[in-house]
């Protein structure tokens, strides 16, 4: 089945401990993204990455950090969470070869919680 | 740079009737247009595009949407709401050119029975 997967699906952290969100896809899709949604300000890219070794940032990359070694997996690191961290996080991947619209499939998301 | 707006955050019909989702968007250069929809508990759910071509674009569960160039807009729209269409629906906007995709903030429809 093509899906997208992320875990862990709920993280209660606390403040400044370092954390990673794993993201992984088997659609060989080359383009990955992570996104951040927060009531009243809708989904906002944190991060995306056109291919392997090829990353970049998003609207609020500010406190995040991300890698793709493998095309497969994206994950999300948060060297030093904060609670304003808090927030439902989305990975996504879509096949993109030079077109830019191509629809994007979304894993299922995680929950985190900063106190 | 390119933004999308959906100025409802709610919106609220009876089953049977017509429905339609707001969303205006402003890009530099010509849009790729999406609706996507969020079931609750779950991750986003593609639900159609405008890429170039008929201005009236079909999507999955009998959804369509309307690009008007001159109003710069993308409203979704439904004949007949069910109650199952229940949701939280996003548009989002990627300028054709760009690598990174803007969402707007969000429209809670509910279809009452």
């Known amino acids: 089945e093509a899906q997208v997967t992320q875990n862990p699906r709920y993280l209660i952290t606390v403040t400044g401990k370092k954390l990673t969100v794993t993201c992984s896809q088997n659609?060989?899709?080359?383009?990955m993204s992570w996104y951040r949604q927060d009531p009243g300000l809708g989904l906002r890219q944190i991060y995306y990455?056109?291919?392997?070794?090829?990353?970049d940032k998003g609207d609020v990359p500010e406190g995040y950090k991300v890698s793709r070694k493998e095309k497969r997996n994206f994950p999300l690191i948060l060297e030093s969470p904060s609670p304003n961290q808090t927030s439902l996080y989305f990975c996504a991947s879509s096949s993109d070869r030079g077109r830019r619209h191509n629809e994007q499939f979304f894993g299922p998301g995680t929950r985190l919680t900063v106190l | 740079a390119q933004s999308v707006a959906q100025p409802e955050d709610q919106v609220n019909v009876a089953e049977g009737n017509p429905l339609t989702v707001k969303c205006t968007y402003s890009?530099?250069?010509?849009?790729?247009l999406f609706w996507y929809v969020q079931y609750p508990n779950r991750g986003l759910q593609f639900l159609l595009k405008?890429?170039?071509?008929?201005?009236l674009v079909k999507g999955s569960y009998g959804f369509e949407a309307e690009f008007n160039k001159s109003q710069t807009s993308f409203h979704l729209k439904k004949p007949s709401a069910l109650v199952s269409d229940s949701a939280l629906y996003f548009c989002a906007v990627r300028e054709t050119g760009n690598n990174d995709m803007r969402f707007g903030a969000g429209t809670r429809l509910t279809v009452k029975p």
């Open positions: 405008y890429i170039t071509g008929d201005n």
């Open positions: 659609m060989n899709h080359e383009y």
């Open positions: 990455s056109m291919n392997v070794e090829v990353t």
């Open positions: 890009v530099s250069g010509n849009p790729y």
